[in-house]
């Protein structure tokens, strides 16, 4: 349980509800055992009355049962209470658990994402969570109640007779070993579970992502026969937990039953020895009783505590990454960046991989359009993904207005970019609000003029909502070249001071793409703008083209000069030509 030892900080921060939670726990315990004395009294008034008056007995047991009747209600508000301070505890533990892992994942940068699935990163915030939470409210509430009764009962029990105590509680060192065996089975069934269980959340979502894909290769019962695999492997290992609970709970009933039997024939014996009561005896069952039912709950107890450490210990490995870049809002900040240098720039995914980049010596300048070309797995993004610094660079520098990248207050810096990823990635909202997602405080005379200058304008206000035209997930219900578009307005309308289009014109035809351009160049008169692109007709307008080949600038020049250089440049755009 080392893994939930981390949660003692949540506790320290309800320490108010954790304390008046114990409160309510031993009154409500306290008022539980008021009950079976009750009933002890009212049988000893019965048993030891041979000849009662009819009126003052039927007066004297009213007066049991409605105080039996009382106390039930009185526990029943504490319980009540009880469970409003410690399992609401344990709602807000969760709120704040939810909130620090999502805040672990925005800190943690894009090299993380690449070597993670997202149905684990969504199983850790959901599933385990959820499994926490009932440690850190049911499991603690029903272990705490577990002990006070478990005093209260047998200091209750003792003063009345010891051997008779004895005699109810010889099951429980049985149980404890059973208990014993028991947990190593139920920690290891746990940990398989919630692996398989991930294994099933990444391949649902991987299935739901790729519907279209499946369908239109008619792979669906391909695809079916892997869920069902992953579901069979998830009900396997499911069952066999279940088939462990299944037997522990039985076995404490049967351990439970002996004890009754037990109390009942002993107690006999000392009633007719004159060492205790009908009573007693009475009262001796309804404590096994109150007993039976918290001791029955250890299994399930015991299982939420072990499947909770095993998502715990999942959490805090997930927590205790540390990113790689670590947003500094305390560094510089530059307003209007006039030249972006790259010198003598190496990346490397991994230190044991080759360079995907190599000694990269380009120069980016405000008020010119800088181009990359290359064929595919060149490097292009890696570049891009290098200026907005989701990853550092492993050699040279990256300077920005004579600052290194690194020393710039990264936060800053993002917000004056607008990046137009290849994959473009709208999300399930409004167009407008999609496209005012750039700039949040943006009007709607704003976000009608980002559409118009992307080319989409038209086309949106023909759907029969408008601006207001709810996009399906990932932007779906629109076409490629649509979403492309939403997405160039989106970088546009924030007039951003860094504005790098990564190959984002690659769905639209060369007609719609020169209307674009055309519509741009005013506005990227005022920024650094960096093109990355495989058609010719999306660069020709930069001052500057550099060539990236297997990660190396093999050529660099405008248009006219590459095309008469008659090098890698010319020979893509004569291709290009040959195919129009």
Known sequence: MKDLLTLNRYFYKYRGRVIL?????????YFGLLPAQLTRKALDFVTQHQHPDISDSMQTI??????????????????????????VMSRHIEYDMKNEIYDQYQKLGARFYANANTGDLMNRISEDVSRVRMYTGPAIMYTVNIVVMFILVFVAMIRIHGGLTLVVLLPLPILVMMIYYVENI???QSEKVQESLSELSTTTQETFSGIRIIKSFAKEVLFGHLFEKKVRQYFNHSMKLARVNALFM???????????????????????????TYGNIAEFVIYLNMLMWPVGMLGWIITMVQRSDASQRRINEFLKLQPEIVADNTGVVINQPDIIQFENVDFAFDKADNNVLQQINLTLQKGKIAAIVGSTGSGKTTLANLLVRLYDVTGGSIIINGTPIQQLNLN???????????????????IA??????????????IET?????????????????????????????????????????????????????DCLSALDTH?????????????????????????????????????DDGKIIERGTHESLMAAGGYYARLAENQAKQH
Do not use: C
């Open 412 to 430: 800053e810096w993002r917000r004056s970019t607008g990046y137009i990823t290849q994959d473009v990635l709208l999300f399930s909202d409004t």
């Open 250 to 276: 039985p076995a404490i009933v049967l351990l439970a039953g002996i004890s009754s039997i037990a109390v009942i024939y002993y107690g006999g014996i000392l009633v007719n020895q004159h060492q205790i």
């Open 186 to 188: 139920i920690n290891r």
């Open 433 to 446: 609000n999609n496209i005012s997602f750039g700039k949040e405080d943006s009007t709607v005379e704003e």
């Open 62 to 87: 009213t007066f049991y049962a409605l105080a039996i009747l009382g106390v039930v209600l009185v526990r029943g508000v504490l319980m009540f209470f009880m469970r409003q301070t410690i399992i």
């Open 21 to 29: 939670g114990i409160l309510f726990v031993l009154t409500a315990n």
């Open 512 to 548: 719609t793409e020169e209307h674009i351009m055309q519509n741009l160049l005013p506005q990227l008169s005022e920024s650094i703008t960096l093109i990355i692109g495989h058609r010719i007709s999306s660069v020709k307008y930069a001052s500057e083209i550099y060539v990236l």
């Open 450 to 502: 980002a559409a118009k200058k992307a080319m989409v304008y038209n086309e949106i206000k023909h759907f029969k909502k408008g601006f207001e035209t709810i996009l399906g997930e990932r932007g779906i219900s629109l076409s490629g070249g649509q979403k492309q578009r939403v997405a160039i307005a989106r970088a546009i309308i924030k007039k951003p001071q860094l504005l790098i289009l990564d």
